[in-house]
């Protein structure tokens, strides 16, 4: 900044054929950065410039190669969804801004060239500023650079291709790729994958790394933020909350994600899972290790508990547990953030995506009477076996079963070689014989509650 004026700084690779070349910084203000956004449709070479003194916002870049186009067309949706679903949790009050390259490469070994079809990301995450060396630490806390994109249908390029974040791009000295520019390259073989907006394409500070008054309006300081959460390596555990979730080993959340997580539960009264959601509250309170913050979940668990529809708030039984669960939890108990958060998205979650005990208990509170202090039973056996009936059908003649099922639609085009390629994959609702020797379980396994 000099004289109150916004300056960043890039580097303009125009006219030379890599990174190797020697070029010079230049600061640019931002009517100069607007002039040169103006100018989107000209072939430019402009790349953002830091160090480790360089105040930024959190950045992430993720690369990976296919042999094809159908193999890319098949996986770079989940791999965005991924990546945005631990960001997301990792910047609760952040904007993410998503730019990508995907294109055609080549990749030369000795005289040997191959051809492959490259998928880049580059997420910026606006609401928060830090610098380098803390985003390093940050990053190698939370275990982003461990996590791989892993699918039955998905096999490396080379190993360790399946890597969703880069860490090389944290440098003390580094050039990320300027929205709307391209990358430096032979001018007999100009790269075509000019890096374009994905999302928020109406504003484009919110793709500038470089934070300032111009580019992030007030941002948290990473390092003044709550410890974060850490999404889960597990492919179990993603299976089993329905996306990604925090590890279950003492991250804490804010308060204020914590009250607003514990409020969206609705259907947790009966007294096992009361006491469960007391256990997890009181887990991760006593992981902070902060009396201001296991005060405030005591009081949200008061505040939680007068909701109950059945009218079964006992203020003397609930400090009574508080004060048990606080004086005896044990932090490796796997009630904890992540539990909460599962409870809160059954609220919403359409029936389809269900177990059957969720169907049962979300049922059994439905439009309880007040004065009645019990469940209705019923209900929860009739929703659940309704769902039942609908996910499948029993033929007496041939002893078989016809489940619906989920099966993927692919719809094909032509690329600019005139290849066939698949322009996008639909999932789509349809019926599936399913022997007799399988029988419920086969359909039903992943139900507990059956």
């Not at 690329?415 to 007799?436: G, M, Y």
Request: charged share 30%; with cysteine; aromatic share 12%.
């Amino acid at each position: 900044m000099v004289d109150n004026i916004i300056l960043m700084r890039f580097k303009n690779f125009q006219g030379t054929n890599g990174y190797n070349a020697k070029i010079n910084e230049i600061q640019l203000n931002p009517k100069e950065i607007d002039n040169i956004i103006d100018n989107k449709d000209k072939r430019q070479f402009f790349h953002e410039w830091t160090d480790y003194k360089t105040i930024i916002k959190p950045f992430y870049d993720t690369d990976m190669k296919f042999r094809n186009k159908d193999e890319f067309y098949r996986h770079f949706k989940h791999i965005e969804t991924q990546s945005m679903n631990i960001l997301t949790v990792l910047y609760p009050d952040g904007e993410i801004a998503i730019s990508k390259s995907h294109g055609w490469k080549k990749n030369k070994k000795g005289d040997e060239i191959k051809r492959y079809y490259a998928l880049s990301y580059h997420f910026i995450v606006n609401g928060y500023e830090t610098d380098i060396p803390f985003l390093k630490k940050f990053n190698l806390q939370n275990k982003l650079l461990d996590l791989k994109y892993e699918d039955d249908d998905y096999e490396p390029y080379e190993p360790l291709d399946n890597k969703l974040f880069d860490n090389s791009v944290y440098r003390n000295g580094g050039n990320m790729r300027m929205i709307y520019s391209y990358k430096p390259s032979n001018p007999d073989e100009p790269d075509k994958r000019q890096l374009v907006p994905h999302n928020l394409k109406e504003d484009y500070t919110k793709h500038i790394i470089q934070s300032n008054d111009y580019t992030n309006k007030k941002p948290l300081i990473l390092s003044e933020v709550s410890p974060p959460v850490s999404p889960v390596s597990s492919e179990e555990e993603e299976k089993e909350v329905f996306g990604v979730l925090p590890k279950q080993n003492g991250e804490v959340p804010t308060l204020k994600e914590l009250k607003n997580t514990l409020f969206l539960i609705n259907s947790k009264y009966e007294y096992d899972d009361w006491h469960k959601v007391g256990l997890s509250l009181s887990n991760i309170a006593k992981s902070s290790k902060s009396d201001i913050y296991i005060e405030s979940a005591r009081i949200y668990f008061h505040e939680w508990s007068k909701l109950d529809p059945s009218g079964n708030y006992d203020e003397i039984e609930c400090d009574k547990m508080w004060r048990c669960w606080i004086k005896k939890v044990n932090i490796k108990n796997s009630l904890n953030y992540g539990s909460l958060l599962l409870w809160a998205r059954e609220r919403d979650m359409p029936i389809e995506d269900m177990d059957m005990e969720q169907i049962f208990k979300k049922a059994v509170w439905k439009d309880l009477d007040p004065e009645n202090d019990a469940p209705n039973i019923k209900n929860g056996i009739d929703d659940m076996l309704n769902e039942m009936n609908n996910r499948l059908m029993y033929v007496r003649e041939t002893s078989d079963f016809i489940a619906l099922d989920i099966r993927k639609k692919y719809i094909y085009g032509v690329d600019e070689f005139n290849e066939s390629i698949i322009l996008r994959v639909e999932d789509v609702d349809c019926w599936s014989i399913k022997s007799a020797a399988g029988k419920l379980a086969d359909h039903f396994s992943k139900h507990r509650f059956i």
